[in-house]
């Protein structure tokens, strides 16, 4: 517990001065916010998505699916972004279904923030998640991101704090996340590094993927009572492009997962998704 109040105390206090010292600063020139909210302000007021994970696992083991149909509004003044989301997982005969809201929301050139919100039938999600999380524009092409994670299932709830950096430079972006999260008796750590290559104007990239540990907040995972105890590794490779009103991506990763009860097996993920805007 003691160390758990200091890492929400840091978080805190990072998360506050970077956003004065990025406020403040009458020095240098305002940055302005890029990453996620960036290819957001690129698409017109409204896009429809249709997305599919399809997981095949080594040992004989059932394979997974996941369909989502999302919908996002943008608001004329481009200051804040609302989606919403239905998920549909099947695996081995067995259906279950996730509702999502999340919202983009811009305070300046400098900052934005993003919150999320998840409920479930609880049969192969979690009952209910939420998320928070705030993106600090800094100098030189740095970002700052730090926020939390909650998830609350049947017989037990999981509090992941997380802090991650952002790098762009020329058409390369590197961004680096940490997760730490807290059980009721257990803490456990996981982290991901991703490398974006951006080909032209309408930021079209190709990616490469990986990290290790205990990530919570992974759109693969086959929910169950001791998914977080998944020392994961994993490394995958992505591409996204921009044809008119649509926009299309797809991206492939293998998962060496090794559960602390024992499990061990060998993960592929198949990811394709594809927006139309209008």
Same mark, same amino acid.
């Given at each position: 517990?003691?160390?758990?109040?200091i890492?929400i105390?840091?978080?805190?206090?990072?998360?506050?001065?970077?956003?004065?010292?990025? !406020?403040?600063?009458?020095?240098?020139?305002?940055e302005?916010?890029?990453s996620?909210?960036?290819s957001l302000?690129?698409?017109?007021?409204?896009?429809?998505?249709i997305?599919?994970?399809?997981?095949?696992?080594?040992?004989?083991?059932?394979?997974?699916g996941m369909?989502?149909?999302q919908?996002?509004?943008?608001?004329k003044?481009?200051?804040a972004?609302?989606?919403?989301?239905?998920?549909?997982?099947f695996?081995?005969?067995?259906?279950?279904?996730?509702?999502?809201?999340? !919202?983009?929301?811009?305070?300046?050139?400098?900052h934005?923030?993003f919150?999320g919100?998840?409920?479930?039938?609880?049969?192969m999600?979690?009952?209910?998640?939420?998320h928070?999380y705030l993106?600090?524009?800094?100098?030189?092409?740095?970002e700052?991101?730090?926020?939390?994670?909650?998830?609350?299932?049947t017989?037990?709830?999981?509090?992941?704090?997380?802090?991650?950096m952002s790098?762009e430079?020329?058409?390369?972006?590197i961004?680096l996340?940490?997760?730490?999260t807290?059980?009721?008796n257990d803490?456990y750590?996981?982290?991901s590094?991703?490398?974006?290559?951006?080909?032209?104007?309408?930021?079209d990239?190709?990616?490469?993927?990986t990290?290790?540990g205990?990530?919570p907040?992974?759109?693969?995972?086959d929910?169950?009572?001791?998914?977080?105890s998944?020392?994961?590794?994993?490394?995958?490779?992505?591409f996204e492009?921009k044809?008119?009103s649509f926009?299309? !991506?797809?991206a492939?990763?293998?998962?060496?997962n090794?559960?602390?009860?024992?499990?061990?097996?060998n993960?592929?993920d198949?990811?394709?998704?594809?927006?139309?805007?209008?």
């Amino acid at each position: 517990m003691h160390n758990k109040i200091i890492l929400i105390t840091f978080l805190f206090w990072s998360s506050f001065y970077f956003c004065q010292e990025a !406020s403040d600063s009458n020095q240098v020139p305002q940055e302005k916010v890029i990453s996620e909210k960036d290819s957001l302000s690129n698409i017109p007021l409204n896009q429809l998505g249709i997305m599919h994970l399809q997981s095949v696992y080594d040992s004989n083991l059932p394979t997974m699916g996941m369909t989502s149909l999302q919908y996002l509004r943008k608001t004329k003044n481009n200051k804040a972004t609302f989606i919403g989301r239905v998920n549909y997982r099947f695996r081995n005969g067995n259906n279950s279904l996730k509702y999502d809201f999340e !919202s983009y929301l811009k305070h300046g050139k400098k900052h934005y923030s993003f919150f999320g919100a998840s409920v479930s039938d609880k049969k192969m999600f979690p009952g209910f998640e939420a998320h928070y999380y705030l993106y600090s524009a800094l100098k030189k092409g740095w970002e700052l991101e730090t926020g939390a994670k909650f998830l609350s299932a049947t017989n037990f709830s999981l509090f992941t704090p997380v802090i991650g950096m952002s790098k762009e430079f020329g058409n390369n972006r590197i961004t680096l996340r940490n997760f730490f999260t807290f059980a009721e008796n257990d803490q456990y750590y996981g982290n991901s590094l991703t490398w974006r290559y951006f080909l032209n104007d309408s930021r079209d990239n190709i990616s490469l993927m990986t990290g290790f540990g205990n990530a919570p907040d992974s759109k693969n995972i086959d929910f169950s009572e001791d998914f977080i105890s998944n020392k994961s590794k994993f490394l995958g490779v992505g591409f996204e492009k921009k044809l008119k009103s649509f926009k299309l !991506s797809a991206a492939g990763v293998y998962n060496n997962n090794n559960y602390s009860t024992g499990r061990k097996f060998n993960q592929f993920d198949i990811y394709m998704n594809i927006f139309y805007d209008f």
